[in-house]
């Protein structure tokens, strides 16, 4: 599990989470105009809320644009099912 805050002009490039079953994003904070969570495979777009938790799977590839605003902050993080 691991903290990001988004400062203007920051993103994360496509990535997975691989090899580990689900990710997670929280969203401790979403000020209007954050970055979506992009999956640029199927091109889904999800926009943030404040107080909303995705789940995926992780192997999913999955990036966040640069940022437009400062203090898009989430709590991350990846599991297993065995």
Known sequence: MWGIIYKKDEGITPHTHHPHTYSFSY???????SSPLVF?????????????????????LHEVPKAKVDDRCIIAGCFSVV
């Open 27 to 33: 969203y401790v904070n979403a000020p209007k105009g």
């Open 40 to 60: 640029p495979t199927s091109g889904h777009k999800i926009k943030p809320k404040t107080g909303q938790l995705v789940i995926c799977e992780s192997r999913l």
